[in-house]
Every structure is written in structure tokens, then in C-alpha cells.
């Protein structure tokens, strides 16, 4: 649209464990959601700087008071620190883009982000005031629209974003979703770190882990079904580096998820007229990086078969999938829908 042309378009998938942009001068961008401030004049003295965000918070956390500012995919409310960790994380997304943010030349910015399906509208309206001054327009969509939008897969598709903070739904029927339309739970990556966390302590009482070393092991050793291989992790027992295995603890908290997703997939699927469920079951599509635990496609292609059958599978891009999706909205909006959906 001529309108947007004007404006530099960017797409954010603000997310509670990693955020991304995508923006219109072509730059792709993603962080991991943390931002740190050195707690005290040692700890300004060594990482010389005000604030660190992202991996670089994450590796000096020691010294810093560290800030996950986002929580089941929106900002923490109550707490002014957080609301300022969620700006600087913006700003700093939005510097990686390349977009000049002060000054005379100070680029016009339109962005469009990615936010859980039921976000409350008070959460929704907390996130524009925030974005106040770091972008000139902004439209809030859900996240698992947004990825639709970016595949095209606008009609007879069902997407399920699966990230840190929540699990969201959409069935796309070929129009803007209703709210019948999208679904949240919280059964997600952050819960899948809370089983882990729980089974591990119990079967190795004595065993020393933090949450970031529990997500490390997520990452690479996620699966559900019959493993491939055993996972087995380092860790200190009694102040001595000990190897366990943690395989069982490690498909148990990955399964977990299970249960809730498939049923909310139902759910959402009898919504759909009935002509067209079949359609629907053979296009559910699934995005966030949850979804790359090894084997939840196939386990969720299960699940539909029970229903009659049916085909689940991961999006390409994960990491990219959402904020790629909300800077196609941002380009393809009207003034209109900016009007519309920015409310």
C-alpha cells in the first residue's frame, strides 16, 4: 500500500523466552528476551555498559540485576523495571534493524506485533503505551495469525504457535479470526521447563542445576515418543561433576504439553463447519520454537488420526516464522485496517 510505503514496516514476535524482528530494509534479528542492569559499581566497572540485553545479559547475570520482563508472552505487570526492560528490548530489536530511532533523520516506524491470542485488553493496551516513542503506528495481531498471514495458509488451516510462555491457536477460515476462532493455554515451553525441573529434583535430590541449564538440555535433548538416543547431562552432585541420566524425566516433562494441546486442537476443530474439519485436520500447522521438540509433529498427527485423520507439521522457520508473518501484515495493511486494528 502507498500509505506504508512512506513508513519503514516492522514485524515483531515479542516472545517470552526469545523475540524477533523482521523489517522492511530486509534486516532479520532475534534475541533472547532478557535485559540486565549491573547491580553495583564492580559490576559497572566489568561489563561497562548500562544495560545488556539478550545472551549478553544472560552471560553476565552473576552481576546483574536480570530482568525475563515477559510472561506468558506479555509484559509482567506491576513493576516499572519490567515495563523498562520490555522498551530497551524493543529498542535495541529495532536498532538491529537498522532503524534510525533519534535525530533530525529519525525514521517513521509501523510495526505490528505478534501477541498471545487472549491477551487481556488491559495487557494489550499496557504494550502500546510501552511502544510509545519506538513506534509511530502500532497494530497488535496474534501471534499464531501473524504466522498464518506469513504462510498464506488463510483458509482451512489451523496454526498452533507453541512458544516459551504459551501454546496459541488459530483456525483460519479465510477472514481476520474471531475470537472463536483462537485459543490460549499456558502448557508450553515454560511448563515443560517447570516438569523437568520437579522430576529431575526427585529422582537426584542432591543434584545442582539452575533453570538455564535445565532449558540448555531442553533445547537439545527435547523429544517426545521412543527415544533415539539416552540424554545424558553433567551436572555437580556434592560439589562433584556427576553424569546422569535424565532421558525418562526429560520425555515425561516434554509429554506433558501433550494432553492439553490435543485437546484444545479438538475443540477448535468441531468449531469448524463440518464439510470443511477435514480440510482443517490435514493443514494444522505448528510454529514457535516449542514446536521443535523432536516427534510433537507426529504425536499431534496421531492425535487427528484419532479424529479421522489428518497431517501436523513444523513450519520452516520457527524462529522467524511469527515477526515475518506481522511485517507481511504491516506492508499489506491499509490506512483503514491501521484504524481498525489498532483500537
Known amino acids: 500500500m502507498e500509505e506504508s510505503n512512506e513508513a519503514l514496516c516492522v514485524g515483531i514476535d515479542l516472545g517470552t523466552s526469545r523475540s524477533s524482528i523482521s523489517a522492511s530494509t530486509g534486516e532479520r534479528h532475534v534475541v533472547d528476551s532478557y535485559v540486565g542492569w549491573p547491580v553495583d559499581m564492580v559490576a559497572r566497572k566489568l561489563v561497562k555498559k548500562s544495560v545488556l540485553i539478550g545472551r549478553e545479559a544472560l552471560d553476565n547475570r552473576p552481576m546483574l540485576d536480570l530482568r525475563r520482563p515477559l510472561e506468558r508472552g506479555i509484559m509482567k505487570e506491576g513493576s516499572d523495571k519490567d515495563q523498562e526492560a520490555v522498551q530497551e528490548l ?65 483458509l482451512h488451516a489451523l496454526v498452533i504457535d507453541i512458544g516459551a510462555g504459551t501454546a496459541d491457536f488459530c483456525v483460519m477460515q479465510g477472514r481476520y479470526p474471531t475470537e472463536d476462532d483462537q485459543k490460549t493455554l499456558s502448557s508450553a515451553g515454560d511448563s515443560v521447563d517447570e516438569q523437568l525441573d520437579k522430576l529431575v529434583r526427585e529422582h537426584h535430590p542432591d543434584a545442582q542445576f539452575s533453570v538455564h541449564m535445565l532449558r540448555e538440555w531442553k533445547e ?13 547431562v553433567t551436572l555437580p552432585i556434592k560439589g562433584k561433576a556427576t553424569e546422569i541420566d535424565i532421558t525418562q524425566e526429560m520425555r515425561s516433562a516434554c509429554e506433558s504439553i501433550l494432553p492439553p494441546i490435543c485437546e484444545t486442537m479438538t475443540t477448535l476443530l468441531t468449531k469448524v463447519e463440518p464439510e470443511f474439519q477435514d480440510k482443517v485436520r490435514n493443514n494444522v500447522v505448528l510454529a514457535g520454537g516449542t514446536s521443535l521438540i523432536s516427534g510433537l509433529a507426529d504425536a499431534v498427527t496421531k492425535a487427528l488420526n484419532d479424529l479421522g485423520g489428518g497431517r501436523a507439521t513444523v513450519v520452516t522457520d520457527p524462529v522467524f516464522a511469527g515477526s515475518d508473518g506481522s511485517l507481511a501484515i504491516a506492508r499489506d495493511a491499509s490506512s483503514s485496517d491501521w484504524e481498525r486494528l489498532s483500537l
Open 220 to 232: 537439545k535433548w527435547s523429544f517426545v515418543g521412543e527415544p533415539k538416543d539416552r540424554v545424558m
Open 90 to 154: 524493543l529498542r535495541h530489536l529495532i536498532s538491529l534493524a537498522g532503524i534510525k530511532q533519534k535525530g533530525k533523520n529519525k525514521s517513521r516506524v509501523r510495526a505490528v506485533v505478534g501477541v498471545p491470542a487472549e491477551a487481556f485488553r488491559v495487557s494489550r493496551q499496557n504494550l502500546r503505551n510501552t511502544m510509545d516513542g519506538i513506534a509511530d503506528s502500532v497494530m497488535l495481531v496474534s501471534e499464531p495469525f501473524a504466522v498464518a498471514y506469513g504462510l498464506e495458509a488463510l
